[in-house]
């Protein structure tokens, strides 16, 4: 019965502090009344923990506390989650390590809710933080990192669930994980994800950044994605298309695509003012080549700056493989490696500035046309440029250091779709009139 260092699986005492914010505990809660889960080892403020069970379940809804607090504990070496949180007494996990546990870091399900705050959550067997069937769930200022299946995993599948999983994510440091950093996969029955990633540094997870399909709603705003091993931000073949709003990250050197969205419409948003670079394929890929009849995609792709993408005979700065619908506006494409903009039938894309993509560099504006080869080349072998397209330098600040913010003579200034609803509104970084300037650094969600 004796646990690692001595320590008792099976504890029959429990101590709670009381205040009037909440209640700390210190030892391993096993009496059904007060359990907190049943599959953690967890003792407050010891840094040994050893078991075969589960530790933190429902607590009686006749409780007075309003949250259980867990904090400065080292969970590890449980044969299940260092920590599950279940019912709808929420749970404070705070500045804690949580490691080498049998499944899940923490596991959150059966309506649970928790907010995870300063944490290093890593080398779990599974994922990280797994979430399923939850009610809600806020990871912030955390370091999730080394766990085989993903940093944070989200999960649906009961058909009697009718809430909305509420989960959001923000600034927090996933990293290293063997599948993607975070990864939302609800089956299509299942009711809906709204998932909220902001401000996260996201690289170098085995598969994706941040992966998800189904019934999930995306908003990923102000996140360095980079160095991910097959893909930045993907959108999977989904019975049940996501929603998605990606605007003004920062998305490069990942080992394939920057964005892929197979399915998806867009939000209130779409893809807008992100700064997509040197990602190994394309920057922005919408479809799948090989299965271009799904209409399941109605996207926004606007004021993204794009550049330098692709490799080895890959790489379109923004590509629509698909027979869905795309509108691609206002957006700088450059430097890219094989094309600037490449979509089925030639069409959806208006107000672009091209440069020196599939190495041609031809400096024209619409009075006067490039030779009909170079624009093809720009276009992805489509003859013609869409209206209001520019084919000529964007004049960056300092490219080489990956700074594409525009120098006061860009012709990307004052260049984009002259329609209220595009307008500048921040200025710095926006520069000229309130007419929409070309890429990240214009219109409405312009980013510096």
């Known amino acids: 019965m004796g646990g690692k260092g001595g320590i008792p699986r099976w504890v029959d005492k429990v101590l709670l ?13 096993s009496i059904s009344l007060v359990l907190i889960s049943m599959a953690t080892g967890f003792h407050g403020g010891l840094k040994t923990c050893l078991t075969d069970c589960m530790a933190m379940e429902s607590i009686s809804g006749n409780t007075k506390h309003d949250f259980a607090l867990i904090e400065d504990n080292e969970l590890y070496e449980n044969d299940l989650a260092g920590i599950r949180i279940r019912g709808n007494i929420p749970a404070k996990i705070k500045k804690c390590r949580i490691h080498s546990n049998g499944t899940a870091g923490i596991f959150v399900d059966r309506e649970g809710c928790v907010i995870v705050t300063a944490c290093n959550i890593f080398s779990n067997k599974r994922a990280g933080i797994n979430i399923s069937e939850a009610e809600h769930a806020v990871i912030e200022e955390s370091r999730i990192y080394k766990n085989k299946m993903a940093g944070v995993r989200i999960l649906r599948s009961r058909k009697e669930e009718t809430h909305i999983l509420k989960v959001k994510i923000a600034n927090n440091r996933i990293y290293l994980n063997d599948q993607a950093g975070i990864r939302s996969v609800p089956q299509p029955e299942s009711n809906k994800v709204d998932l909220t990633v902001i401000a996260n540094a996201i690289y170098e997870n085995t598969k994706a950044g941040v992966s998800v399909k189904n019934n999930t709603r995306l908003t990923a705003r102000g996140n360095q994605i980079h160095d991910n091993g ?24 990942n080992r394939g695509p920057g964005i892929h969205c197979v399915n998806g419409v867009a939000g209130q948003v779409g ?61 700088i494409i450059a430097y890219n490696y094989t094309t600037g903009i490449m979509t089925r039938g030639c069409r959806g894309y208006s107000y672009n500035l091209l440069y020196a993509n599939g190495d041609v560099g031809t400096c024209r504006d619409n009075r006067d046309p490039a030779p009909f080869w170079a624009e093809k080349e720009q276009f992805g ?36 779709k002259d329609r209220a609803v595009y307008d500048d509104t921040s200025f710095p970084p926006s520069k000229g009139t309130k007419r929409n300037d070309m890429g990240a650094t214009g219109g409405p969600y312009a980013v510096r």
């Open 17 to 29: 502090l009381t205040d009037a914010m909440g209640f700390m505990c210190k030892f391993l809660l």
């Open 230 to 253: 097959t893909v930045g931000i993907v959108i999977s073949e989904s019975v049940i298309p996501p929603q998605v709003d990606i605007y003004q990250n920062r998305v490069s050197f």
């Open 271 to 331: 893809i807008r003012n992100n700064w997509i670079f040197n990602n190994q394929y394309s920057g922005i890929v919408c479809g799948l080549w090989s299965n271009p009849t799904s209409k399941l995609l109605n996207l926004v792709i606007a004021n993204n700056t794009v550049v330098s993408n692709g490799s080895r005979g890959r790489g379109a700065g923004i590509r629509n493989d698909s027979r869905g619908r795309t509108m691609i506006m206002n957006n």
């Open 381 to 416: 072998g489509c003859s013609g440029r869409g209206k209001g397209d520019l084919i000529c330098d964007a004049l960056f600040a300092d490219p080489d250091k990956y700074d594409f913010s525009l120098q006061d003579e860009s012709p990307a200034i004052d260049a984009g």
